[in-house]
């Protein structure tokens, strides 16, 4: 009964007070191997090496709530994520691009549990903290594990460029890979299904920005130890509602259960 639950069944909605998305760059040989069935590794070429990404998005939700509640009994929360790009095809042949969650950490008791019931997104809890000052926004990220901290600043001013190493041509490619895109992909290993959860939000205007990483141990381990991990883009966007629908079942074909 537990799987049937964690098909993402209660639709949700909130207010973005703040997102900062770090996309970091791997040869894409180092993450097909997080790909659960039915999913392709989105990719980007450059120079004859092809790039699987992974992004680090960190979130200051407001009013998160199902979305048949009011925003007075929504709860304010602060949330980072785990994703690998990544794209779904349809017998049809539509192709959706999206995500696959990893790993999530909240300071909520409560958003962990129920994450961790009604979803597949691997909720962890941490100790959590954003601060904003001037145009300097700051999130905090200490895991019980120590396998996802955390420390980056981000300078909200001025006009940014591409980080130094950055595979993309251009500040249009990188927006492709900006995070979070419509969908997240989440895999049912007891009847070979994936669920497929679309997002929907306001305005979405995503800005480059310049980041200082001083601490990230997610990279550390796993597929990733041993790995050179390149910031590829860093975008922020602030003063967005956004949503999630209830989770659509598909086959690993692509195909609507």
């Known amino acids: 009964m537990k799987h049937l639950l964690r098909r993402h069944p209660i639709p949700l909605r909130t207010h973005f007070a703040h997102s900062l998305v770090l996309t970091y760059a791997f040869p894409a040989d180092v993450l097909r191997p997080l790909l659960t069935p039915g999913l392709e590794l989105d990719t980007y070429t450059s120079d004859g090496q092809e790039y699987g990404f992974a992004a680090v998005a960190l979130v200051d939700l407001r009013a998160l709530r199902p979305v048949f509640a009011p925003p007075v009994l929504g709860t304010d929360q602060l949330m980072t994520g785990y994703r690998v790009f990544t794209r779904f095809r ?8 999206g995500l696959r969650i990893l790993r ?15 979803t597949r997104y691997h909720y962890q809890l941490a100790g959590l903290r954003c601060r904003l000052t001037g145009d300097r926004l700051e999130f905090a990220v200490r895991s ?38 419509p969908y997240t992909f989440e895999y049912e290993p007891r009847d070979d299904s994936v669920t497929v959860v679309k997002a929907f939000r306001t305005r979405w205007e995503p800005r480059p920005v310049d980041v200082e990483v001083r601490r990230l141990t997610f990279f ?38």
């Open 90 to 97: 349809t017998p049809g042949g539509r192709t959706m691009r």
């Open 104 to 118: 999530s950490d909240t300071s909520s008791p409560v958003l962990a549990l129920g994450g961790n019931v009604l």
């Open 144 to 181: 019980r594990d120590a396998a996802a901290d955390l420390l980056v600043a981000a300078d909200l001013k001025g006009t940014a460029t591409l980080p130094e190493d950055s595979p993309f041509a251009s500040l249009r490619d990188a927006r492709r890979f900006a995070g979070p895109l």
């Open 220 to 257: 550390e381990h796993g597929v990733f130890t041993g790995t050179r991990p390149v910031l590829a883009n860093a975008f922020h966007v602030a003063g967005v509602d956004y949503g999630w629908h209830a989770g659509v079942r598909h086959g690993t074909d692509g195909s609507r259960i």
